[in-house]
């Protein structure tokens, strides 16, 4: 699918900051900084991944900076990432 | 005189059978004008001359307070000139650390520095020391643990560099200063007592030196050997704003309102009581409410122990509170009341939290109110090492008032972001389970098994009672589950218990 750059949340306490960039290597590599990294690393990357691929992203560059996002929230960025990157409104179409 | 001389003969008898020298005269008057002699004292001398005349050595241990918390300008002062005359595996004994002290790091890399106890550690230091900075394990302990090893021996200060915000030419030290020069104020020095009383030397760092005689006295000049004057011994902006103000976080006002209505309902809220509070956004809110409380139901307390706030002196001031007892003043207001009101009493560690103190102060507290990283479902408490397993807290007076308290109370929220405060084991074991009473948090009031009667109480002042397991439960169903933390096999830190028993230990964070 065609992306452009495009980002969604905050930096703020709680929640999680996912920019979305074209990418010329295949799959979808995930840069994540996170204050939970420890703990939550793997589950918050897995999140990111499953969300985007679920919505038809299967290449692209993610860098993620996390501020201790619960998983419902990271969706929801990711899920507002790809749509402002896609163009494709998943929520009205 | 001729009977004196006639009496010499026994008077040299009596000597030998004493062990002592005889009396030959030769006395000389000092007939200068006191105020000139009393202006200088050769007690007074430069830092570099007080560390020799001293006779600091490699390998002893110094020792310092930190009244002055985040503001603290003696610590780092001390080592710059320690580690610039060329002293090696120095021994540092500090009653706590601070963000402030990240210094120590580059001392700690060129063998300056190679042991240290203290309560707590903040900041890029304790991340270093988290990670395997020291070969040797930082050595933790309470205030209460800390001033009973001063004490006992276990401990042993060589040389304590102690700031203080007065001092006159013989040594009488104070937190804060009556004269016009005044620089600085922290208020209380109860951390700094034991070690000028138990260091074999004393050097007090001040930056207001006074006339003789600076009383009422903190520090005696009798446990003071030697007077440095320095521009500054703290910041006392950064021990905490003086302002009171009141938290605004919805959650921090829930549990302050839910921790205020254990108290009243815990059969310990009865004229008379005595209590201590924590510095948090919560603890400080609980003074809040309870206050309302005292004025309603006309119950007033006795004493106010810690850590005193400027919360705390209000109620003082307002008569609800007798006596306030103050090991360590969290505020500026706090450091003027204890300056100027008599009913505002200072104490040494020792008389605060020292296990092997009949009177400690501990002893005679009803209610503690806590904070806590981590409390997992055995009631243990973490206040030390963060959930990602590096240091950044301190143990402060907590298993000292949770142990001697007749009601311990651990307030804290179920999450802080994604890092829940209900665990299955904490990281580290800092104030044991069956010394916690009560755990108060957004989703309920879990009361220690041990404590029916409790639970029974605050069931019926209708509280929502809940288990530790379903608010742990409750927390994983939010956020996931946890992958273990990275630990290696280093040991860089050791906790140690109230009666000097090691009770935990900290490895290194991958």
Redesign the interface.
Known sequence: MEIKNAFAGTLE??DILIQIEPSDTPGLTIDLES??A??????IKKVIADTLKGMGIGQAYVRATD?????CTIRARATAAVVRATGKDVWQD | MKGYEERQKLIGRIADSFHKGVYHGGERKITVPRKESQATSEKVVSLEEAIRRCGLRDGMTISFHHHFRSGDKVLNLVMDKIAEMGFKDIRIAASSLNDVHTPLINHIRNGVVTHISTSGMRGELAKAVSHGLMDNPVVFRSHGARGSAVANGDLHIDVAFLGASSCDPMGNACGYSRSPNAKSICGSLGYALPDARYADKTVILTDDLVDYPNTPTSISEHDVDYVVVVDSVGDSSKIASGAIRDTKNPRDILLAKTACKVIVNSGYFRNGFSIQTGSGGASLAVVKYLRQSMIEQNVKASFALGGITSHMVKLHKEGLIDHLIDVQSFDRVAAESLRDDPKHKEVSANEYASPDEPGAATKFLDIVILSALEVDTNFNVNVLVG???IIRGAIGGHPDTAADSALSIVVCPLL????PCIVDEVTTLITPGPTVDVVVTEYGVAVNPRRPDLAERLAAAGLRIVTLESLLERALH???T??P??FGDKVVGVVMNRNGEVMDVIRN?L
Not at chain 1, 67 to 71: E, F, N, P, R, S
Not at chain 2, 416 to 419: C, D, E, M, T, V
């Open positions: 306490s709680g204050t939970v420890y703990q939550f690393g793997d589950q501020k201790g996002a619960l998983d | 959930s990602d397993g802080r972001g994604r890092i939010v956020i996931g946890p992958a933390l990275p964070i």
